[in-house]
T-cell receptor, first 114, second 113 residues
Framework: AQKVTQAQTEISVVEKEDVTLDCVYE???????LFWYKQPPSGELVFLIR??????QNEISGRYSWNFQKSTSSFNFTITASQVVDSAVYFC???????????FGKGTHLIIQP | GAVVSQHPSRVICKSGTSVKIECRSL??????MFWYRQFPKKSLMLMAT?????????EQGVEKDKFLINHASLTLSTLTVTSAHPEDSSFYIC?????????FGQGTRLTVV
């Protein structure tokens, strides 16, 4: 069975601070995909990133960066110089690929205070 | 990128009535679509996998007679909540896969009164 754990239920920081959202996953698949989504109050899911299990390179996209470590089964997400617009719920998710749906973590509610 | 359109975005219905939610892949064909449910301030839970031309596969604990899924074409899957009750009020969101990419609809907020 697959499992995604986001231990941080809520994080509150002041604008311009850096913040890291943790994600730990469990799977028996050798090929799998990891995702991060942002969910603003409107409810729609905004895709942020997808990584496959064979690509452990860290990725940076503007103020966003991701650290994928298979040795610790973690896929952490860092926002540098946070902004109020970053406030949302962030979900980490896991898929075995193929016809599998996604298994989501419980989400981390990120609050960026001005 | 690929677009998935979900309709309606919001619906209010009376107890005992049925509600149909549509999920369309606009620019790609999706042999497999997924339906998720999200309770307030909770995570998304996979309800069922919708397969074009065959019966949907439901997750454990999801009533297939309550949540009817039809995937009649490669671009359309529908979820019908039958005989809705207030406890069915929730946010429902669909997803379609293109290869290993997962694209989500905008979601439907269902309120049963």
């Amino acid at each position: 069975a697959q499992k995604v754990t986001q231990a941080q239920t809520e994080i509150s920081v002041v604008e311009k601070e850096d913040v890291t959202l943790d994600c730990v996953y469990e799977t028996r698949d050798t090929t799998y995909y990891l995702f991060w989504y942002k969910q603003p109050p409107s409810g729609e899911l905004v895709f942020l990133i997808r990584r496959n299990s064979f690509d452990e390179q860290n990725e940076i996209s503007g103020r966003y960066s991701w650290n994928f470590q298979k040795s610790t089964s973690s896929f952490n997400f860092t926002i540098t110089a946070s902004q109020v617009v970053d406030s949302a719920v962030y979900f980490c998710a896991l898929s075995g690929g193929g016809a599998d749906g996604l298994t989501f973590g419980k989400g981390t509610h990120l609050i960026i205070q001005p | 990128g690929a677009v998935v359109s979900q309709h309606p975005s919001r619906v209010i219905c009376k107890s005992g009535t049925s509600v149909k939610i549509e999920c369309r892949s606009l620019d790609f064909q999706a042999t497999t679509m997924f339906w998720y449910r999200q309770f307030p301030k909770k995570s998304l839970m996979l309800m069922a996998t919708s397969n074009e031309g065959s019966k949907a596969t439901y997750e454990q604990g999801v009533e297939k007679d309550k949540f009817l899924i039809n995937h009649a074409s490669l671009t359309l899957s529908t979820l019908t909540v039958t005989s809705a009750h207030p406890e069915d009020s929730s946010f429902y969101i669909c997803s379609a896969k293109a290869g290993t990419e997962a694209f989500f609809g905008q979601g439907t907020r269902l309120t049963v009164v």
